[in-house]
């Protein structure tokens, strides 16, 4: 008694069906290379461009990306909608994904090919000591801006946590998460 063995109908990067088989034709689809610009130039075999230092596009135009994530980071803010959490401040916690593309650094042990999150953590804590906003949301932008300021980050995910909001029932934790990229 044999197994089920599933079949895959997936096509090889790079590849499209031609004259996909009818049903019932007992024809497998025939594969041709492919042109279109939403073919990873890596999976292709087709070399980076010199001189960049930017990943190359993945199939669904995204870019990829490697990751250096800070977690945790503490400062005290007054943020918030009523005047107390304005007068008195409270403690924010901030979570960043930075996505950025770190083989050139890698390569040549080379900090200065890479983003130095010593001072993205420093940038963040500034930003959440500053100017105060009512919304979280707000100043969750405000710290995705700040991280992208730094020429290497191509993407941020920065997730704000507000543990001691004033919210009259028990609860762990109130966060926003955000997400932002230049492309």
């Given at each position: ?80 909608v009523f005047p107390e959490e304005r007068e008195e401040g409270q403690t ?23 983003v130095h999150y010593g001072i993205v953590a420093e940038e963040v804590v500034?930003v959440v000591q500053g100017e105060p906003v009512d919304l979280i949301e ?46």
């Amino acid at each position: 008694m044999g197994g089920y063995q599933p079949v895959s109908r997936r096509v090889p990067q790079g590849k499209h069906p031609v004259n996909p088989p009818g049903p019932g034709s007992g024809r497998a689809p025939v594969a041709r290379s492919c042109q279109c610009s939403q073919v990873d130039s890596f999976e292709a075999g087709v070399p980076p461009a010199r001189g960049t230092d930017r990943p190359s596009p993945t199939i669904a135009g995204v870019i990829r990306v490697d990751r250096v994530a800070l977690r945790g980071l503490k400062a005290r803010g007054h943020h918030g909608v009523f005047p107390e959490e304005r007068e008195e401040g409270q403690t924010f916690v901030v979570d960043l994904v930075l996505g950025l593309d770190t083989r050139p650094a890698a390569a040549d042990d080379d900090l200065t090919k890479t983003v130095h999150y010593g001072i993205v953590a420093e940038e963040v804590v500034a930003v959440v000591q500053g100017e105060p906003v009512d919304l979280i949301e707000t100043l969750a932008e405000r710290i995705a801006q700040a991280c992208l300021k730094h020429e290497r980050v191509e993407e941020v995910e920065v997730r704000v946590h507000k543990p001691d909001a004033p919210i009259t029932v028990p609860f762990d934790d109130v966060t926003v998460t955000i997400t932002r990229s230049r492309v």
